[in-house]
């Protein structure tokens, strides 16, 4: 399936900041507990800073002590694309938007309960959007 949010790569390095860039179209990281989302608590939604698609909610975020973002599962089953990484000799899941293709991050099978998924993701690839009381 071919992401519905397509631009050249001119056209996303003039949209995205030089963070956004390198890891939503570079599969870049950033260092762990340097992102500003990661100890964020608020309820609300966590959307690709790329197109905007919400790909997580914070009522499955979860602290893994890992330095980033973790989830236990996605906004939704068609919110996100996993992909095998084989990259660096590690045999891993891509996590990628499902909308533009930017890459999040990666899921692990050593989450809590419900699922046992940690989404381990860059806060560099995220927007949040608070739900207001």
């Known amino acids: 399936m071919e ?4 631009k050249t ?3 996303w390095k003039k949209a995205l900041s030089k963070e956004e860039y390198d890891i939503l179209r ?5 260092r762990p507990f340097t992102g500003k989302l990661l100890y964020n ?8 800073a790329g197109c905007g ?16 973002p973790s989830f236990f599962k996605a906004a939704d089953e068609n919110a996100v ?11 891993r899941i891509e996590v990628v938007c499902s909308k533009c293709g930017g890459h999040l991050g990666h899921v692990f099978d050593d989450g809590p309960a419900p699922t046992g ?4 993701i860059n806060c560099g690839a995220l927007k949040f959007d608070e739900i207001k009381k």
């Open 41 to 48: 608590k608020d309820d609300g939604s966590y959307r690709c």
């Open 117 to 120: 998924k940690r989404y381990c």
């Open 9 to 11: 790569d001119e056209e």
């Open 81 to 91: 694309k996993l992909i095998p990484d084989n990259n660096y000799g590690m045999k």
């Open 3 to 6: 992401p519905e949010a397509k």
């Open 26 to 30: 570079k599969k870049g990281t950033e």
């Open 53 to 68: 698609n919400v790909v997580f909610k914070s009522d499955a975020k979860f602290d893994s002590g890992t330095g980033w």
